[in-house]
């Protein structure tokens, strides 16, 4: 035995192991077609439509604002429907990031030669651009999952999540990294870039990075801008001149709407995070080694995969509005997969790990997060064995 995986296989074992998962893989890419086509256009209209919805229930509901004197104008009714919009909004996001663009992205979508619905030209409703998140996401992560030194998501740089990583004085405060990154899950995908961590740790100067930076800066600049000041400019500007006739200000309106979608940004942000977080972060998940992953072979980097990943349960809206995350055994291992067939491979794959004595991850909602919470407490103190490092 060769391998250095936490597992008692074989290499041989482990070569089978991966032409048997490659078989499920070239089997169901095999059978897409109009099932699969149907599936993804009718989630971009639904999700299109709840967008849509959204911003016109927000806008309707300032008809109900008290200064309109009418019957059903009060607060209490302008805040009712400017909640509904709101979250209607909100659902839409999670929808477009989660179920449609993340799976766009990984190219899922591309043998359909839909020119809409492209890897190389979808841009998501999200602060960091779509190229250069395919790279840190993409060639990165799913290349190097859960190995130390190599992912950039073990900890996003910020926090311990194995006590593979040293101990040092800056993770006392990684449970109020864990909230603001929750909170602020947009922008620290937006700022997830090695070339930054590069600028901070002295390997590159400013000028060096200064090109991506501007990348980003333009992107995050076209989504303030959209959120922002365009759609609740759009709603001040027919204020104004109503202003001259009823007793509610322009900038009242204007601000209704920005606080509309920042809620609604800030309720797809934690939802994202929760998902993410508890897909490669609970109890029981591995890390690794670079040295492990030497001269690595196609079914080593599936054990790894299956190893380093954790599945959620849930119903078929659940699983909808996670992006399939809910299967991140099944993404993982399958990342070029169509996330609709997720839910009938993942009984597949859990069978053929249980056959090769591989633990399968999964668990509810409530355990995940919450073991990855306590993990991530409990791992903001030195272990009694662990080095401890100056920060």
């Known amino acids: 035995m060769t391998h250095a995986l936490p597992v008692n296989l074989s290499d041989a074992a482990i070569d089978e192991f991966g032409r048997e998962l490659d078989a499920i893989r070239d089997e169901v890419f095999d059978s897409r077609g109009a099932r699969d086509r149907a599936y993804i256009l009718g989630l971009i209209r639904t999700q299109r439509g709840l967008a849509l919805g959204g911003r016109l229930v927000i806008y309707a509901s300032l008809f109900l604002l008290p200064a309109w004197g009418h019957a059903l104008a009060s607060w209490g009714a302008c805040l009712a429907a400017l909640g509904a919009g709101t979250l209607m909004l909100a659902l839409a996001k999670i929808l477009e990031n989660m179920e449609i663009a993340h799976n766009v992205l990984h190219a899922q979508w591309d043998w359909m030669k839909d020119p809409q619905i492209q890897s190389s030209t979808w841009e998501w409703d999200t602060m960091s651009p779509s190229d250069r998140w ?9 290349t190097w999952t859960n190995v130390l030194h190599k992912d950039l998501d073990v900890g996003y740089g910020i926090m311990r999540v194995t006590p593979l990583q040293k101990w040092k004085a800056k993770f006392l405060f990684q449970p109020v990294y864990f909230v603001l990154l929750m ?6 995908v937006a700022l997830h870039e090695e070339a930054l961590l590069d600028h901070l740790r002295g390997k590159k100067s400013l000028r060096e990075i200064l ?6 800066g333009r992107k995050v600049w076209r989504q303030v801008l959209k959120d922002y000041v365009m759609w609740p400019g759009a709603a001040a500007l027919v204020a104004i001149p109503l202003s001259l006739y009823l007793p509610a200000s ?3 309106v204007f601000g209704l709407v920005a606080g509309a979608n920042a809620v609604a940004n800030l309720v797809r942000n934690i939802w994202s995070f929760i998902i993410i977080f508890c897909g490669h972060f609970p109890e029981g998940v591995y890390n690794f080694t670079p040295e492990q992953v030497e001269n690595e072979t196609r079914g080593g980097w599936y054990v790894r995969q299956l190893l380093g990943s954790c599945n959620i349960g849930g119903g078929k809206l659940f699983h909808i509005l996670s992006g399939n995350l809910s299967h991140q055994i099944e993404h993982h291992l399958f990342p070029d997969m ?10 597949r794959v859990r069978a053929l790990a249980a056959r090769y004595g591989l633990p399968y991850n999964t668990g509810s909602l409530t355990r995940q997060f919450g073991t990855t919470w306590l993990k991530n407490l409990r791992l903001a103190f030195p272990d009694s064995a662990a080095t401890v490092v100056p920060a």
Not at 134 to 142: K, T, Y
Not at 183 to 188: I, Q, S
Not at 211 to 216: A, N, V
């Open 134 to 142: 395919m790279h840190s996401h993409n060639v990165v992560h799913h």
């Open 338 to 347: 169509c996330s609709n067939r997720y839910p009938e491979v993942a009984p």
């Open 250 to 252: 322009p900038w009242l």
């Open 211 to 216: 090109p991506l930076l501007k990348h980003i």
């Open 183 to 188: 909170l602020f899950f947009e922008e620290g």
